[in-house]
């Protein structure tokens, strides 16, 4: 007889798709519910005729109640933790629970077929998801992440916006004072509102790195979580143009929600998936409407490798494969962002199978340019499309029981907050993508979106949306006497035409982006461009140390200017070939 206080499922013990999914249950639902086979248990039930045990699963409550066919399977669930949303949605979403049951008929009648779809998608013996080792990893690699972003602007950070960098933060801040008012604290939450000296910039990459080494280590690790958030947050302000960045973004949003996973819920999973659909969904949606033609004719790539900002000495190579593996390529990139980021919500193995694939395109990305962090978090992301069974195997056992036995449990606390972060970020989700497709607003989901843009909780993407077919390099030079010139070489971005392009991953050079920004544009289109050549004319040492050998080790040039050139990949004997377009920006002098 069934347990006191315990419901009692009875089902085929004949029929081996139904034991395979009375296995799975049982794992999720412990001593809740008793299973049992009819063929030993129907006469323990004479008010259920023995052939609807043949028809159907039935499940009796302790109360008696009995519920037959997918209700019977929903309420199974019920008794699983973090499984009543299934109940709930058979109980109170229009039509579900007859279309429920209609694909139960249809299944009973089919178990073969069933069965092979249970093995696709779940494998041979499908496991209750768990999340423990995903969690833990993740926020390992999500802290080095952080570590590698604060380091990579530690050495830039006075450069580009300190007292003698190009950008002062200081002197943006008060600008933005003065023209908004007490609104700017709003517009632009940076704890740099209260010093944004060199000190205080330099102080706050130091921190981070320490916050993301706790992080890695598992120390207090939500507080160190919220701290890192606020400190990037206030970078990303202060650093202006510098940390527009999609990838900067992209960070804010991946750190926001991990201070929520620390507790446990399986819902902050689930968003996590959300985010990774969401950014990949979008970068095909931009590339899918672009204007120019290259994504759609499938050429974007036979440009891509020479005139992206920064190629890896690979990407020349790449840049030789012959037109129909380019456009391979290509089509492959958009199946990818705009069909395969489906899978994401699909049964564990769909989802496995779009893992991997986004992870080969990712890592292909790697190979053929510098994205800084960028791709390293996109793969960090992916951890999210497994679960612990997936992983366990890369995982020293000893250390695996130690995690999970620490791992978090989740309370009602945990639960609300999760319940109430989903309500704000899938609507405010919905309406990026929304506005990426350039349909109208979402009318209240517009405002909550405007209400929180300043926090960068919940962003839009779309990164290269246009393909550029050419390759515009402005060329810094100075000067002493107006008729000799010597060119300022930049470390990372291409310069001499016999230097092969390097590799800086995870760093990002933020000031040498920014001339590949700025090249397809004008200097009026890029106020920040003479900023960069008044301080080389004031010998600024932060500014020179952002910029490979000073060619005037002495003293600062009197005069600067800007060319213009076009390069290209050569074809042999020498990395590029250039061509001089024209003057970028006139002369200057000092005096």
């Known amino acids: ?218 120390i207090w690790t939500r507080a160190a979580l919220v701290g890192l958030f606020v400190l990037y947050l206030s970078c990303v302000y202060a650093g202006q143009v510098f940390m527009s960045y999609q990838w900067d973004l992209l960070l804010l949003e991946s750190g926001f929600l991990a201070i929520f996973l620390t507790a446990g819920s399986r819902i902050v999973v689930w968003l996590y998936r959300w985010l990774i659909f969401r950014f990949l969904f979008m970068s095909g949606i931009v590339k899918a409407i672009s204007a120019q033609p290259t994504w759609h004719d499938l050429t974007a790539l036979k440009y891509h490798f020479m005139s992206q900002p920064l190629p890896t000495p690979l990407a020349w190579y790449a840049a030789q494969l012959p037109p129909w593996m380019l456009a391979v390529g290509t089509a492959a990139t958009l199946v990818i962002e705009l069909i395969l980021v489906f899978l994401i919500f699909l049964p564990r193995r769909l989802r496995a199978f779009a893992a991997w694939c ?99 909780i919940v962003n839009a993407y779309g990164p290269f949306a246009t393909t550029t077919t050419s390759r515009p390099e402005i060329i810094v030079e100075g000067s002493d006497d107006g008729q000799n010139w010597r060119e300022y070489d930049f470390r990372y971005k291409p310069g001499p035409i016999d230097r092969r392009p390097s590799w800086n991953i995870p760093h990002q050079p933020r000031l040498d982006w920014q001339m590949w920004f700025a090249a397809y544009g004008s200097f009026s289109q890029n106020p920040w461009f003479e900023r960069l050549l008044r301080r080389l004319l004031e010998g600024s040492a932060p500014v020179l140390a952002l910029l490979g050998p000073n060619p005037f080790p002495d003293h600062p040039p009197k005069r600067v200017r800007a060319l213009l050139f076009d390069y290209r990949f050569a074809d042999t004997g020498q990395w590029w070939i250039r061509r001089q377009e024209g003057l970028y920006f006139p002369e200057i002098s000092s005096k």
């Open 1 to 218: 007889m069934p347990a006191e206080r315990s419901a009692t499922l009875v089902y085929d013990g004949d029929c081996g798709i139904c034991r395979y999914w009375v296995d799975y249950w049982k794992q999720q639902t412990g001593d809740r519910v008793v299973y049992r086979p009819y063929q030993e248990a129907a006469g323990d039930f004479p008010a259920i005729p023995r052939e609807c045990f043949a028809r159907a699963i039935q499940l009796i409550e302790p109360d008696g109640t009995i519920y037959a066919g997918a209700a019977a399977t929903y309420r199974t669930l019920r008794h699983a933790p973090g499984r009543a949303a299934w109940w709930w949605m058979y109980e109170h979403i229009p039509g579900f629970a007859a279309a429920s049951e209609r694909a139960y008929a249809f299944f009973a009648r089919r178990r073969g077929l069933l069965n092979r779809i249970s093995y696709i998608l779940w494998g041979a013996r499908p496991e209750p998801e768990r999340y423990d080792l995903v969690s833990w990893v993740f926020l390992r690699l999500l802290g080095g992440i952080y570590v590698i972003a604060f380091a990579s602007l530690a050495v830039q950070i006075q450069g580009l916006v300190g007292e003698s960098g190009i950008l002062p933060a200081g002197e943006y801040l008060n600008a933005a004072r003065q023209g908004w008012g007490m609104s700017a604290y709003w517009r632009m939450p940076t704890l740099f509102w209260l010093n944004a000296n060199d000190a205080a910039l330099f102080a706050a990459t130091g921190l981070g790195i320490l916050l993301g080494l706790i992080v890695v280590f598992g």
């Open 358 to 456: 986004i992870l080969i395109f990712q890592a292909l990305i790697i190979l053929t340019g510098n994205y800084g962090f960028f791709n390293v978090l996109t793969i960090a992301l992916c951890v999210f499309l497994f679960d612990d069974a997936a992983i366990r195997h890369v995982i020293p056992q000893k250390l695996s029981l130690w995690i999970q036995n620490r791992a978090p449990r989740p309370g009602k606390t945990a639960t609300a907050c999760a319940l109430v972060l989903t309500l704000l970020v899938v609507p405010v989700g919905v309406d990026r993508i929304v506005q990426a497709l350039a349909l109208p607003n979402l009318p209240v989901v517009n405002s909550m979106t405007q209400a929180i843009s300043p926090l960068l």
